[in-house]
């Protein structure tokens, strides 16, 4: 069986002290981060890109990865115990979870999320060594066209996923090519948009506008507002739930895991859609008389959802090198930095690094389970930190991991611009994740582009006679119809407000 | 004429502008053809697409209602800035240490309640942390003190 030898493979790799110990540091600082609300995976990703430099690139996606399954588990314990996100995947969480604490329940809420996430984690990295390969092979077959094409689709659902506006969607992923582009243009070695400034010819860092848009902006929207924590700190005692809970739960998780897999591996989709999804499809099931009242099915589906999403997100970055989210645009960011091209070649060129990294996910979703359920009061503690005292950490970090890039002020001037930038864009209701992922394929849609028109002869039609490429396309094209449809908009509007 | 959704009237007025400065500016470059694409090729088209999607937003902003946009912070905004920028301007010349005591105190002027205690017992944390991870331990090549 190729499966069962590629998966050892990759255990041999994900179980060597080094890269286990670097994934045990990824999955802590993104249960950190996750337990933290106001700081996000993407903001904390793009803070320690630089650093990963020094890294052996399988250990430094190991860790990476590890922030971003991590941040899910750490999530749910804010949503549960406080009642606020710890990130933006359990919103949806804080409705039955924090239900059930208010209820004496902390313990088999908390219990359940984490059984949930484990079992979620463990298919979707089966799920992931199934289908990843395949999809490569296919990948693999694809010219300039039919990439141009996938990468309309991609973007073109990315925006059909994200809640708001879907043309202001639309326009921020076209500034986002556009501002992708800045810099010395390869073919002509023509320095776009540079005004002159030596540092603007080599482009626009993605870090740059990661951490301004994301991070500080971040801190700038948390910070008009009050804090006001109220953390939940009876005795949390058997974190273990009951068989009724288990019963109960059960057909939920099972739900949410695979809901949560398929979703992720959309373009756009990924841990916040899926947890939105997968709560909305459980309040149809069996009896619902309990939601938001402390349904334990209500934590256990969104809880392994998002889970399973964030781990399938993978498998596009993995195969076709696109990135689904702005988590994966990162990783894109940090292979680069380690000179590997992502795309279907990493599997066939770099078997270690593809199947190390699957493997760690599924030991790291152990190490989680071992985190997460003794070491839950310590993560409690964290909370009483307040806001104040944190929040001038991260705009350090945010400034010095931005300043290592090139060691350049200049970046950093340009981070505040782009966080002066994300404000408005937030007041405007513009938001930032289609633009950073526009941004990131920009360089990538052109090259090919000009590569698919040049092999057509200038004849733009190539796009639509080519058969894969056609499918690609008007698969973009029903979905921009679906959503136009006034039917659909007003449940894809629901789905967005249930929370 | 009354604007309904002062939101995408200003979306839509961004938009247009960035579309317009993007094609412009693309003037500068050469265009080519659509088998030989020049620099100008791309962002002209995408920056006329873009102008073409924000008068969509901006007219629509007239007939269709929408929420207002929500105040602006100056505060926050001015100090987190100034706090950011003075760390980018400082850290060459006066070292990390210097830098970071500019921007923990700036920064958290920005916040909603000062503590000069807190914020003192702060930046020796994260001056510390600065110096003993980012120079000491991953090699950054960051001046510690003034004139190194």
């Known amino acids: 069986m190729d499966l069962f030898s590629n998966l050892a493979l990759g255990f041999g790799v994900a179980l060597t002290p080094l890269n286990l110990l670097w994934c045990f540091f990824g999955v802590l600082l993104g249960t950190l981060i996750g337990v933290l609300p106001g700081i996000g995976p993407v903001a904390t990703i793009a803070m320690l890109l630089p650093v990963t430099f020094t890294l052996p690139p399988v250990s430094a996606l190991i860790m990476l990865a590890g922030i971003y399954y991590g941040a899910q588990y750490g999530g749910s314990t804010t949503a549960i115990l406080v009642n606020i996100p710890g990130e933006s995947s359990s919103v949806i969480t804080c409705l039955d979870g924090y239900a059930m604490a208010r209820k004496g329940r902390a313990g088999p809420a908390l219990g359940i999320a984490a059984i949930g996430s484990f079992f979620a984690g463990c298919v979707s990295t089966v799920i992931i060594a199934l289908f990843a390969p395949p999809l490569a092979e296919v990948a693999l077959k694809f010219g300039p066209t039919e990439y141009f094409s996938l990468m309309v689709l991609g973007l073109i659902s990315a925006t059909v996923l994200a809640s708001g506006s879907l043309i202001k969607a639309i326009a921020m992923v076209i500034l986002g090519l556009l501002l992708g582009i800045v810099g010395t243009d390869v073919n002509s070695g023509v320095a776009r948009y540079s005004f002159g400034v030596p540092e603007l010819s080599d482009g626009i860092g993605f870090v740059t506008v990661a951490m301004g848009m994301f991070g500080i902006a971040e801190i700038i929207a948390n910070l008009e507002h009050k804090e006001s924590r109220d953390v939940f700190v009876a005795k949390i005692d058997h974190l273990m739930p009951n068989w009724a809970d288990i019963k109960r739960s059960t057909p939920a998780i099972l739900r949410g895991t695979f809901l949560g897999s398929a979703l992720g591996i959309l373009p756009g989709g990924g841990a916040l859609l899926a947890s939105f999804a997968a709560y909305t499809l459980e309040k149809k099931m069996g009896d619902t008389s309990q939601f938001g009242k402390g349904e334990i099915r209500g934590v256990a589906a969104p809880e392994s959802a998002n889970n399973a999403g964030a781990q399938t997100s993978f498998i ?109 864009c937030v007041k405007l209701e513009c938001e930032p994740a289609p633009l950073i992922l526009g941004f990131i394929l920009g360089p990538m849609m052109e090259e090919n582009l000009r590569r698919a028109m040049l092999l057509s002869r200038g004849d733009p039609t190539v796009f639509f006679t080519k058969p894969i490429s056609a499918v690609l396309l008007g698969i973009a094209f029903v979905l921009l119809l679906i959503v136009v449809a006034p039917t659909i908009r007003k449940k894809r509007e629901e789905a967005f407000q249930e929370a | 004429m009354r604007i309904k959704a002062p939101k995408d009237f200003w979306a839509g007025l961004m938009f247009i502008v960035f579309g317009l400065g993007f094609a412009i500016g693309a003037q500068n470059y050469q265009l080519g053809t659509a088998v030989r694409m020049g620099p100008a090729y791309f962002p002209t088209m995408l920056g006329g697409l873009l102008v073409v999607l924000g008068l969509v937003i901006f007219l629509r902003s007239f007939v269709i209602e929408g929420a207002k946009v929500p105040p602006f912070f100056f505060k926050p905004v001015i100090l987190i800035v100034i706090g950011t920028v003075l760390f980018g301007a400082l850290l060459k010349p006066l070292g990390v240490v210097i830098a970071t005591g500019a921007l923990t105190v700036v920064g958290a002027l920005g916040g909603v309640d000062f503590r000069w205690k807190e914020v003192a017992i702060l930046f020796v944390v994260l001056a510390v942390f600065a110096v003993w991870v980012f120079v000491k331990g991953l090699g950054l090549p960051i001046p510690v003190w003034p004139g190194e």
Not at chain 1, 318 to 324: D, K, N, R, V, Y
Not at chain 1, 340 to 367: C, D, K, Y
Not at chain 1, 408 to 423: E, K, P, Q, R, W
Request: with cysteine.
């Open chain 1, 316 to 424: 596009p970055l993995l195969t076709l090198g696109i990135p689904s989210n702005p988590v994966m645009a990162l990783m894109i960011g940090a292979m680069m930095i380690q000179g590997i091209a992502p795309g279907p070649q990493v599997m066939t060129e770099r078997p270690q690094l593809f199947w190390g990294m699957i493997a760690s996910m599924w030991v790291g979703n152990l190490m989680l389970v071992i985190l997460n359920l003794p070491l839950i009061g310590m993560w409690v503690s964290l909370l009483k930190v307040p806001y104040r005292m944190l929040y001038p950490a991260i705009l350090l970090f945010c400034a010095i991991g931005v300043y290592s890039v090139n060691n350049a002020s200049f970046d950093i001037y340009l981070m505040c611009l782009f966080t002066v930038f994300g404000i408005v």
